[in-house]
């Protein structure tokens, strides 16, 4: 079974047969219906506790696995985990309502099935997706930024290939300042499982790159349909040729111009937006609601640190984002 995002630009299917090994694993019994949609029933509504080896590294499917062997019965372990910082979050928030959850962060998760979880108040780490987007977008459109409410630690893979490009990046307690210093060096990236650099922020720092002075290669370790995003900065006058989808050679271009282009998908629309904000005239993005499921507020934010950005509601098209 496979699923696709809704609408917009062809971005690829994405598996997610690691989610319904996981959940058939424990007893699930999955159906894949027409149309796309997936029902998952259980005997008595009762899941029993199994080993699960995830046979790729998957956010998705580790989180989906652990929340489902929660109230399984008996102990669960689950090897080839992902150990992004938020896996090892929701732990803590499952631990914190009574879940008996241990190894979050690790390769291997363990957890014992409990038979009820009850309430309780925490607080979420911050994304550092986002704060790794805003970091890219500062650098890019040469500006200074300082971004707080941060764990610096979980983006140090960012940190170090800003700094390598030639951008000053320095650390606080829980804010990181990013500032332009001059142009942009290239480099050669290649994204893996954390805590290497984030599939996540591929198409952010694809924008850096393409204003980097030189050449430069971004290599794709984790979802093979990354670069949809490409076509569209083509548009804009960048010059990126990907091979077998698996890398993409960029050459550093004086300048992107503003074009109509659409948001293949949520990194794909951030990196659309910082490309608009560096761009030379306006860049309209349609398909917007891909950025707006990953990010609260993105407009307002940017427009609070000087962006000339702006949401409209179009005449042909409810849907649109002008960026300039």
Request: proline fraction near 3%.
């Amino acid at each position: 079974a496979r699923a696709a995002y809704p609408g917009g630009c062809e971005i690829g299917l994405r598996s997610i047969d690691q989610h319904i090994k996981a959940f058939e694993a424990l007893g699930a019994t999955v159906n894949v219906q027409d149309g796309g949609y997936i029902n998952i029933t259980t005997e008595n509504n009762v899941l029993v506790a199994n080993s699960i080896y995830m046979d790729i590294v998957s956010v998705g499917a580790t989180i989906n696995a652990v929340l489902a062997a929660v109230k399984a019965k008996g102990t669960t372990i689950i090897e080839n985990c992902a150990r992004e910082p938020h896996v090892v979050d929701l732990a803590n928030f499952l631990n914190a309502c009574g879940a008996d959850i241990s190894g979050a962060g690790t390769d291997t998760i363990k957890i014992r099935g409990v038979d009820k979880l009850h309430g309780v108040h925490y607080d979420i780490i911050p994304d550092m997706i986002e704060a790794g987007t805003y970091m890219v977008a500062a650098a890019a459109t040469k500006g200074e930024l300082m971004i707080n409410n941060v764990i610096p630690k979980h983006l140090e893979s960012v940190s170090a290939k800003l700094i390598e490009m030639g951008i000053e990046v320095e650390e606080y307690d829980t804010a990181v300042r990013v500032k332009y210093v001059g142009e942009f060096n290239p480099t050669n990236i290649k994204t893996l499982p954390y805590p290497g650099f984030p599939t996540d922020m591929n198409p952010q720092m694809g924008i850096l790159l393409c204003l980097a002075k030189g050449s430069s290669t971004l290599r794709e370790g984790v979802w093979d349909n990354r670069f949809k995003y490409v076509d569209e900065l083509l548009r804009m006058g960048a010059e990126i040729k990907v091979v077998d989808g698996k890398y993409a050679n960029f050459e550093g271009v004086a300048s992107l111009h503003g074009a109509p282009v659409t948001a293949c998908d949520l990194r794909a629309g951030a990196a659309l937006i910082i490309a608009g904000l560096a761009a030379e005239g306006i860049t309209e993005i349609d398909n917007i609601r891909h950025i707006q499921r990953g990010y609260e507020n993105i407009v307002g934010k940017l427009q609070g640190v000087g962006a000339d950005i702006q949401l409209v509601t179009l005449p042909d098209d409810n849907d649109a984002l002008d960026a300039g």
